[in-house]
């Protein structure tokens, strides 16, 4: 199923939560990635990325802007244009909420000001799998660069969380990569690959929502099927079992 498609279908199922603005600002977090939706008075749509930089907690939030052009800033950067800000929270939740540009400040990094809407917030749970609290250590991979030491917090079928410090490299959201987990025999393979779809930096550490593909769900669920509970989170309970991912992830 497409992803626009089963985000959809995730949404109709799911209730969504109607909460203030300020509170699904502090649900997003600092330098969380969110998607900005620009509308203009005849209804032009202007899209793109940004980071969400935090707010005043009352009135007013702020996002980072990418590299735009001089023409883009002049037609679709006007006070008063209202937005709509999507992004994932780290519990796996859709937030939205809306607002207007107040103004652009330019600077080292080019910041818009936002005044947000409080009447128009929610958060819609997109995570139907239920989660397994983890601590597995494995290897981020994308094509051409260093492989990055990451720390799986959490997994289900479609999905897990991880940390890695942030003295290594940042991740790039929607990229495609590959999970490759420690202390696996070397002949079995149980890489998972799939898209991140949620980045943030907390602390000294960065934190990514990473989405599975639907080969590798095969893998994950055979991953869950074998863990086992120490009193406070999961673990591998056969990391080394020759032959057992044979037939099932193929």
Not at 166 to 172: C, F, G, K, L, R
Request: hydrophobic share 35%.
């Amino acid at each position: 199923m497409p992803r626009q498609e089963q985000m959809k279908a995730i949404e109709k199922n799911q209730e969504a939560v109607t909460l203030a603005a300020t509170q699904a600002m502090l649900r997003l977090g600092s330098a969380a990635l969110v998607r900005v939706h620009i509308q203009t008075p005849m209804k032009a749509l202007f899209r793109f990325n940004a980071l969400l930089m935090g707010g005043d907690g009352k009135r007013y939030c702020y996002i980072q802007l990418p590299a735009l052009s001089v023409q883009q800033k002049g037609q679709y950067f006007h006070p008063g244009y209202y937005l709509q800000l999507h992004g994932v929270a780290p519990d796996g939740a859709l937030v939205r909420f809306g607002g207007k540009i107040e103004n652009i400040l330019e600077g080292p990094h080019t910041l818009l000001c936002i005044e947000v809407n409080q009447e128009k917030a929610s958060a819609t749970p997109l995570r139907q799998d239920k989660r397994f609290p983890v601590q597995l250590s494995a290897s981020f991979v994308v094509d051409n660069t260093p492989s990055v030491r990451v720390m799986i917090n959490d997994i289900s079928v479609g999905g897990c969380l991880f940390t890695y410090p942030s003295a290594s490299s940042e991740v790039i959201t929607k990229q495609r990569a590959t999970l490759e987990l420690h202390g696996i025999a070397s002949d079995q393979d149980l890489s998972m690959s799939g898209y991140i779809i949620s980045h943030r930096k907390q602390g000294q550490t960065h934190s990514c929502g990473f989405q599975f593909d639907d080969r590798s769900k095969s893998r994950s669920a055979w991953l869950i099927a074998n863990l086992d509970f120490d009193g406070e989170r999961f673990c591998l309970s056969v990391p080394n079992n020759d032959g057992e991912l044979t037939g099932s992830i193929s």
